[in-house]
C-alpha cells in the first residue's frame, strides 16, 4: 500500500547561468558519461529489481488472471474477454463508477481549493502561526482507518454534527451515511477536514515564489487580490499540478474510509461502493478473482488515459521552469 | 504594506485570526470528543445533547488500561512486532529511495525518462490486485508465516517517495556536488556525504510516512502473519472492534491508542516536516 | 524477458496451487495428539472456548489448543490465502460455504459415526448451513436464534393478548398487534423488523431449489409482507431505520421503548432481563394462515480443513465442539446449546425461556441454501428503508427490482457452479 498522502516539494527554479554550463560541458564528457550512464542504473538497481519481481510478475500474472474466470477456489479456466464484457453489463459496476466519478468530481476541486486557501492562511507572516500550522496539520498524520471510525460517529444522525447544525439553525440535517444522497457528501466532507495534507504541499509551494516579485506587483499598485492572480497562481500552478495529479488519484483509489463507513458491499443502497471497493468485494468476499482482475485494468487503464491527458495538457497552463536540469 | 491604513490592516489581521481559531477548533473539537467518548464509563449515553466536545465528569481513564490489558491480545507484544516491521521498512524505504532518487535526480543514464513515467505508472496500480499473485510470489520464496512480505519490498524503493527524493534533489544547488567532485569524491561519497546530509527535510517527510503506513497496515499483517504472537497493533485493534458488541467507550480509547504514536512522531519531526519544507525555497 | 518469466512463473504457481484443492480427506488417519490450531472470529463470550480449550486438552493428554482471533473484516481474504498456502489452520469457522465445495474442508461423516453424534437433535436451520451434497462440514455448539421477543409487561399495560408460542401469526395479525400495542402504549413503539430476508424462511422470496428470485419474491404474499411492514414503518409504529441503527431493537426492548421485535433473541432477552421486564417469545410471522412456521437459526460453524496438518485431531477437536461444547456454552456462558435435547435443561423452570424452546420446536424445515445468499438480496435490505421511510412504493420498486436480483442470483449460482 503507498501512501495516499504526499508532502511534495516543488522544484525551485534553478540559478539562471547552470543551463548553459550544463550544456557545454556535455558534448567534452563521453567516457565520464559512460561511466555516469553504469552508475546511474546502479544507483536505481534496487528499485529496477524491486519493481520487476514485486510488479510487473504479478502484473503480468493479474493480467493473465483477468482472462480466467479463478475464484481461488478453483483452478482457472481461459474465458476470454468474458470478464470484461460481463462488467459493463453489470449495474454494480456501473453504480461504482457513478459513485467514483461523482466523488472525484465534487472532492478534488473542492480539495483544491480548500487547501490552497488553508495555505495562504497560513503563510501569512503573523506571530503564532506556527501553533496553528501543528493543528491544522494534524490529521494529515492520523490514519484514514482511525479517521473514518471516529468520523461514523460524528455523522450519527443524531450525532455531534447534526447536534452543531440544529444550532445553527437548520432543522432538518441530513441524515449522512444512513442516506444514500448524503453518503458521498459524507466522504468529501471528512476529506476536508483532512485538508492540511493538501495544505502542506501548497504552503511549500507558495514559499518557493520569490518574494521580490510581490515587491514588483506592490510598486506597480497591484492589490493583494490581483498580485494572488497575476503572481502567486501562475508561479504555484507546478505545485498545482502535483497536488492536482496527486488528488485525482487518491480520489480515484479511495478504499479505507469507504470500507469502515459502509462495509465492504458499500454502505446503504450502495452508495459509498467505491471503484475499489467494489472490485474488493468481488474479489475478495465473492472469490471472483479474474473479474476483479479484469476490474483493475479497466481502473489503471481510465485512470492513466486521464493522467496522460492531464500531463499533456499541463503544459499550456504550468508555468515553465527556466531550464530543466538534465 | 506600510501603504495601507493602520485600521484595515487591524482589521484584515483579527479576520485572519478568526478564521485560525474557528479551523482549529474544527479539527480540535472532534479529537476534544473522541476523548470524552473514551472517558465514559461502559453503556454511558455517548451521543448527549448537548454535545460533549472535552471531558468534563467522566475520567475513567482505566479504559485505555482496559482496551490493552485484554491477556488473549498481549499488546505489547504486538507493539514490539510492529515497531520491528516498521523500523525494517523505514531503514529498507530511506536506504533505497534516497540511492534511486538520487539516479533519478541527477544522473543521465539511458532510458531514464521512460522508467520515471514507468515510474509514476506504478502509482496508479491499485494494490488489490497485485495481492494474490504477489502473496503467491512470497508463498513460493517461502516467506509465508514470516515477516518478510512485510519489509524486504521496502528495501526495493517505493515509487512514491522516490518520486519525492527526486523532485527534492533537482532543486538543491549542484555547486556542492561539483565541489566534492573536483575534490576527488566519488559518485557514493558524493551521495553519502552531500546529498543525503542535505535531504535530511524530504527524508523525514518519508521516514513519517513510511511509518504511518506499515504502523496503520493491517491486511499485509493478517495475511502473512499466522500466529497470535507474530501479531501486531493494528490487528490486535481490528480485533477489538468487535461490531457483534460495540463498546464505543473502548473503540474509542483504541482509536486514540492506535493514534498517538503518530502524533508523537509528527510533534518530534514536524520541525523538520514543515519547517524543513519551509526553508526548501530559501536554499534554491 | 525476465519478467515475463517471473509472471509466468506465478501464473504457473497460482495454476498448481489452485489445482491443490481437490486433495480430498487424508487417507491415513494420524492419532490424536499434538497441537490443533483453531482461528474464529470475535466471540462476545470470550470464556467459551477458553473452556472448550480446557476440556479438550484434559480429555486427550498430550493435545493443545492453540486458539488465533482474526477479525471478521480480513477472515475470509486470510483464510483464502492460508488455504492458498496450505497453511490454513486445523479447525476454523466456515465462513464461506465455497470452501465446502472446493474440497478445503474435510467431511465429519466418519467423526459424527465415532463420536456418536446425534446430529437429528440438532437444529435443522442451522446445520443446513454445514451441508453440502448430503454431508456435514461443520458442527457447532449454540442456537443463535431470531424470534418474536416481546415485552409482557408493556403487553399487559395496553391490554393486548400475548401472541402465542406454539404457532406463528400471520404478517397481519402481527400488524394488528403492532397497532393495538402503539395505540395503547402512545410513546412506545409497537413492534420493530429486520427486512424479512433476514428472518423469513427463504422459500418466501426464492423458489424451493433456490435457484429463482423473480416472480417469487414480486409474488402478491411477499410484496404484502413488505407493504405491511413499510406501513408500521411510515405510520411510525415501527422505529425508523435511522433510529433502528442508532439503538438497536434488543437495547430498545431493554429500555422499554419497544414492545416487541423480531430480532437476536439472546442480546434481547439479556437486556429485557437487565431492565427487569418479563418478556416472552413466539414464532416470526408467516405471510398468510397456514404457512410453515420459520425460526431462523445461526449457529457457531466450526469445521475441520482438508489441509490440517492434524486432521484427526482437528475432527475430534470439532466433535468436542459438538458434543461437550454443547455443554459448555449452557454452564458456561448461559447460552442455549444447538443440541435440541438439551434445550429444556438450559430453560429450566424460567417461562421465558420455555417459551424459546417451544418456538424453536415449531420450525421443522431445514433452511434453504443460496448461493451469495447476502450479496443478492442486499439491494432489497436498502429497498426496505427505503419503503420504511415512504421513499419507496413496496409493490413498484420489489416489481422493478426483480429482474436485477434474478441476474445477480443467477451470477451467483454460476460461481458457485465453476467452483470444482
Same mark, same amino acid.
Given at each position: 500500500m503507498t501512501a495516499g498522502v504526499a508532502v511534495n516539494v516543488p522544484p525551485a527554479s534553478p540559478p539562471p547561468d547552470r543551463a548553459g554550463q550544463g550544456r557545454s560541458a556535455r558534448r567534452r564528457r563521453t567516457t565520464s558519461e559512460r561511466r555516469e550512464a553504469r552508475a546511474g542504473i546502479l544507483f536505481a538497481s534496487p528499485w529496477l529489481i524491486g519493481m520487476l519481481v514485486f510488479t510487473v510478475g504479478p502484473i503480468v500474472a493479474s493480467i493473465v488472471i483477468s482472462l480466467t474466470d479463478w475464484s481461488l477456489a478453483s483452478s482457472p479456466n481461459f474465458v476470454g474477454t468474458e470478464n470484461y464484457s460481463d462488467m459493463f453489463q453489470s449495474r454494480d459496476f456501473r453504480n461504482s463508477v457513478t459513485v467514483t466519478l461523482t466523488y472525484v468530481l465534487i472532492g478534488v476541486p473542492l480539495f483544491q481549493v480548500a487547501g490552497l486557501a488553508l495555505a495562504l492562511l497560513l503563510n501569512l507572516?503573523? %506571530?503564532?502561526m506556527r501553533i496553528f500550522r501543528t493543528i491544522l496539520f494534524l %490529521?494529515?498524520?492520523?490514519s484514514g482507518v482511525a479517521v473514518a471510525v471516529l468520523w461514523s460517529q460524528l455523522l450519527n444522525p443524531d450525532g455531534p454534527v447534526n447536534e452543531a447544525l440544529r444550532l445553527l439553525g437548520v432543522s432538518d440535517p441530513p441524515g449522512w451515511l444512513s442516506s444514500p444522497r448524503w453518503s458521498v457528501p459524507a466522504v468529501v466532507l471528512i476529506g476536508l477536514w483532512s485538508t492540511g495534507t493538501g495544505a502542506i504541499i501548497y504552503l511549500a509551494g507558495l514559499q518557493n515564489v520569490p518574494p521580490e516579485l510581490y515587491e514588483v506587483a506592490r510598486i506597480d499598485g497591484a492589490g493583494p487580490v490581483r498580485a494572488f492572480f497575476k503572481i502567486t497562481l501562475p508561479m504555484i500552478t507546478p505545485t498545482l499540478l502535483f497536488t492536482l495529479l496527486n488528488g485525482i488519484i487518491g480520489a480515484f483509489q479511495m478504499f479505507d474510509i469507504a470500507y469502515v463507513l459502509g462495509g465492504s458491499r458499500g454502505g446503504s443502497g450502495g452508495s459509498l461502493s467505491f471503484y475499489l471497493l467494489y472490485l474488493w468485494n468481488e474479489g475478495?468476499?465473492?472469490?471472483?478473482f479474474g473479474y476483479a482482475s479484469a476490474l483493475a485494468w479497466v481502473f489503471v487503464v481510465v485512470a492513466g488515459v486521464l493522467i496522460i491527458a492531464i500531463l499533456k495538457t499541463s503544459n499550456r497552463w504550468v508555468y515553465e521552469e527556466s531550464g530543466d536540469q538534465r | 504594506m506600510t501603504k495601507r491604513p493602520l485600521a484595515s490592516r487591524v482589521m484584515s489581521k483579527s479576520l485572519a485570526y478568526l478564521l485560525l481559531l474557528a479551523l482549529s477548533f474544527t479539527i480540535l473539537l472532534p479529537l476534544g470528543w473522541m476523548v470524552t467518548v473514551a472517558l465514559?464509563?461502559?453503556?454511558?449515553?455517548?451521543?448527549?445533547t448537548p454535545t460533549?466536545?472535552?471531558?468534563?465528569?467522566?475520567?475513567?481513564?482505566?479504559n485505555f488500561g482496559r482496551a490493552l490489558s485484554d491477556p488473549a491480545r498481549p499488546f505489547l507484544r504486538y507493539t514490539l512486532n510492529t515497531l520491528v516491521i516498521v523500523g525494517l521498512n523505514i531503514v529498507g524505504t530511506v536506504i533505497s529511495c534516497s540511492l534511486v532518487g538520487y539516479a533519478f535526480a541527477r544522473l543521465k543514464f539511458p532510458g531514464r525518462e521512460f522508467l520515471f513515467g514507468v515510474l509514476i505508472v506504478t502509482?496508479?496500480?491499485?494494490w488489490h490486485v497485485l495481492l494474490i499473485p504477489q502473496f503467491l510470489m512470497y508463498f513460493k520464496l517461502g516467506?509465508?508465516?514470516?515477516i518478510l512480505p512485510l519489509v524486504v519490498p521496502a528495501f526495493f524503493g517505493n515509487a512514491f517517495f522516490i518520486f519525492l527524493i527526486r523532485q527534492y534533489i533537482r532543486t538543491l544547488p549542484r555547486e556542492f556536488e561539483l565541489a566534492a567532485t573536483v575534490d576527488g569524491c566519488n559518485r557514493l561519497q558524493v551521495f553519502w556525504h552531500i546529498i543525503l546530509p542535505l535531504c535530511r527535510p524530504v527524508l523525514a517527510v518519508c521516514v513519517v510516512f513510511a511509518f504511518l503506513t506499515s504502523w496503520n497496515d493491517l491486511l499485509g499483517p493478517l495475511i502473512y502473519l499466522l500466529r497470535n504472537e507474530d501479531y501486531t497493533v493494528a490487528i490486535g485493534m481490528a480485533n477489538m472492534v468487535s461490531r457483534a458488541n460495540p463498546k464505543l467507550n473502548l473503540l474509542m480509547a483504541a482509536n486514540l491508542i492506535m493514534m498517538v504514536p503518530p502524533i508523537v512522531l509528527y510533534f518530534v519531526a514536524q520541525e523538520k516536516l514543515i519547517g524543513g519544507i519551509a526553508s526548501v525555497g530559501i536554499k534554491g | 524477458m525476465g519478467f515475463m518469466g517471473k509472471g509466468a512463473l506465478v501464473v504457473v504457481a497460482a495454476v498448481a496451487l489452485g489445482g491443490?484443492?481437490?486433495?480430498?480427506?487424508?487417507?491415513?488417519p494420524t492419532k490424536i495428539g499434538g497441537t490443533v490450531s483453531l482461528w474464529y472470529l470475535?466471540?462476545?463470550?470470550?470464556?467459551f472456548l477458553e473452556s472448550v480449550k480446557a476440556g479438550f486438552e484434559a480429555k486427550y493428554p498430550g493435545t493443545t489448543v492453540e486458539l488465533t482471533e482474526v477479525p471478521e473484516d480480513g477472515y475470509v481474504t486470510k483464510i483464502d490465502t492460508a488455504i492458498l498456502a496450505q497453511q490454513p489452520p486445523d479447525v476454523g469457522f466456515v465462513y464461506e460455504p465455497r470452501w465446502m465445495k472446493a474440497g478445503s474442508m474435510m467431511p465429519l461423516d466418519d467423526v459424527i459415526k465415532t463420536e456418536g453424534i446425534?446430529?437429528?437433535?440438532?437444529n435443522q436451520v442451522a446445520l443446513s448451513e454445514c451441508d453440502y451434497d448430503g454431508h456435514l462440514y461443520c458442527l457447532g455448539s449454540l442456537t443463535g436464534s431470531v424470534v418474536l421477543v416481546y415485552n409482557k409487561d408493556l403487553f399487559d399495560k395496553a391490554k393486548v393478548a400475548y401472541p402465542p408460542a406454539d404457532k406463528p401469526m400471520t404478517i397481519d395479525e402481527y400488524a394488528t398487534m403492532a397497532r393495538a400495542l402503539k395505540a395503547g402504549l402512545g410513546?412506545?413503539?409497537g413492534a420493530s423488523a429486520g427486512s424479512p430476508f433476514t428472518w423469513s424462511d427463504r422459500r418466501t422470496h426464492f423458489s424451493d431449489d433456490g435457484r429463482k428470485i423473480a416472480g417469487l419474491v414480486d409474488d402478491d404474499s411477499t410484496v404484502h409482507l413488505y407493504e405491511v411492514l413499510a406501513g408500521l414503518g411510515r405510520d411510525k409504529v415501527s422505529p425508523s431505520p435511522a433510529e433502528a441503527e442508532l439503538v438497536s431493537p434488543g437495547d430498545m426492548l431493554g429500555s422499554g421503548r419497544l414492545a416487541m421485535a423480531i430480532t437476536d433473541m439472546e442480546f434481547a432477552a439479556k437486556t429485557l432481563e437487565q431492565g427487569k421486564f418479563r418478556w416472552g417469545a413466539a414464532p416470526p410471522p408467516v405471510e398468510k394462515a397456514g404457512d410453515e412456521s420459520f425460526v431462523f437459526v445461526g449457529t457457531d460453524k466450526y469445521g475441520a480443513f482438508t489441509?490440517?496438518?492434524?486432521p484427526a485431531t482437528a475432527k475430534a477437536l470439532v466433535a468436542y465442539i459438538a458434543t461437550e461444547g454443547n455443554r459448555i456454552r449452557m454452564e458456561k456462558t448461559d447460552q442455549p446449546p444447538l443440541d435440541a435435547t438439551m434445550l429444556a435443561t438450559w430453560a429450566g423452570d424460567n417461562t421465558s425461556r420455555k417459551e424459546v424452546v417451544d418456538v424453536l420446536s415449531t420450525s421443522k424445515r431445514p433452511g434453504l441454501f443460496v448461493p451469495g445468499y447476502w450479496e443478492v438480496v442486499a439491494t432489497l435490505g436498502d429497498l426496505y428503508d427505503q419503503m420504511a421511510t415512504g421513499e419507496a412504493d413496496p409493490r413498484g420498486s420489489i416489481t422493478k427490482e426483480a429482474p436485477e436480483l434474478q441476474a445477480k442470483l443467477d451470477r451467483e449460482w454460476e460461481t458457485w457452479e465453476n467452483i470444482k
Open positions: 507572516r503573523l %506571530p503564532g %490529521p494529515a498524520v492520523l475478495f468476499r465473492n472469490g471472483r | 465514559k464509563p461502559d453503556f454511558a449515553p455517548v451521543f448527549t460533549q466536545w472535552f471531558p468534563t465528569s467522566d475520567w475513567h481513564w482505566e502509482l496508479l496500480i491499485p516467506w509465508y508465516g514470516s | 491443490c484443492q481437490d486433495g480430498g480427506p487424508p487417507t491415513d470475535e466471540d462476545p463470550v470470550p470464556e446425534k446430529t437429528e437433535n440438532m410513546d412506545v413503539f489441509a490440517a496438518k492434524n
